[in-house]
């Protein structure tokens, strides 16, 4: 996508923010998955809604509670491994993924383009954050 095209789908996203659906639970998974919280989990995967010590013993596996209800967004989750290979490195580490390359992959999977472009965003954002925590825990 031409950048302008670009930069516009992430001014639409923003707008799905103010109207309250805006990819909360995409985020929220793809920071989860990236920070760490599948190689802590492995061994419960096969049990969804297993109440983990991680969290007090309360409440669902995050796996199940960030799933996202739109069809779309299950398949950019299904999708997040190969879209996290999209990404974009810079000198200060992991700066964002490489929009045009996602959309074509989502498109070749079947997510229409237009959705994709306000969601991927969302997932990026969580990839963001959760290397964001990376970089806080390597300090330390």
């Given at each position: 996508l031409p950048r302008c095209l670009r930069h516009a789908a992430r001014r639409a996203a923003g707008a799905l923010d103010r109207i309250g659906d805006g990819g909360k639970r995409l985020r929220?998974?793809?920071k989860y998955r990236h920070s760490g919280g599948l190689s802590h989990c492995a061994g419960c995967r096969d049990a969804p809604g297993?109440?983990?010590a991680r969290f007090g013993g309360e409440g669902a596996c995050p796996e199940d509670t960030h799933l996202p209800r739109s069809i779309e967004g299950r398949a950019?989750?299904?999708a997040g491994?190969?879209?996290f290979h999209?990404?974009?490195i810079g000198p200060g580490g992991y700066a964002g993924l490489d929009m045009p390359a996602c959309l074509a992959l989502l498109k070749a999977r079947g997510v229409s383009e237009d959705i994709a472009a306000l969601l991927l965003?969302?997932?990026e954002a969580g990839l963001l954050e959760a290397a964001a925590l990376q970089r806080e825990d390597k300090s330390e």
């Open positions: 929220a998974l793809a297993f109440a983990c950019i989750a299904s491994l190969e879209l999209q990404r974009r965003p969302r997932w």
